[in-house]
């Protein structure tokens, strides 16, 4: 399995942009589809977004962040991110990476690695 390692959370206000970055090593990066998911305190996790693997020509988010947020990746660099953009209190969470050979595992949240998350705070 690929080992993947979170950065770039962080406190912001409402209305800022921040960036998440996913490192993967231990694997093939360019094969694995990656994704990102969140879970607030109380709250279950949640997808957010994923991205196919090799090209990363396909995507898809979660109703609450399209047009908000951004996931790219990077095979060059084993990096995925996640732009986010015109944040809100509401997303504000632990922000966890994914990594499968399957884009569906990303989709329904049974990865087969997951990173040890990030937390983003957004203050209103």
């Known amino acids: 399995q690929v080992q993947l390692v979170e950065s770039g959370g962080g406190l912001v206000q409402a209305g800022d942009s921040l960036k998440l970055s996913c490192t993967a090593s231990?694997?093939?990066?360019?094969?694995?589809?990656m994704g990102w998911s969140r879970q607030a305190p109380g709250k279950e996790r949640e997808f957010v977004a994923a991205?196919?693997?090799?090209?990363?020509?396909?995507?898809l988010y979660a109703d609450s962040v399209k047009g908000r947020f951004t996931i790219s990746r990077d095979n060059t660099k084993n990096t995925v991110y996640l732009q986010m953009n015109s944040l809100k209190p509401e997303d504000s969470a632990v922000y966890y990476c994914?990594?499968?050979?399957?884009?569906?595992?990303?989709?329904?949240?049974?990865?087969?690695?997951w990173g040890q998350g990030t937390q983003v705070t957004v203050s209103s």
């Open positions: 231990g694997g093939t990066f360019s094969s694995y589809a």
């Open positions: 991205i196919i693997r090799r090209s990363g020509a396909s995507t």
């Open positions: 994914a990594a499968d050979q399957s884009f569906h595992n990303i989709v329904v949240l049974t990865p087969g690695s």
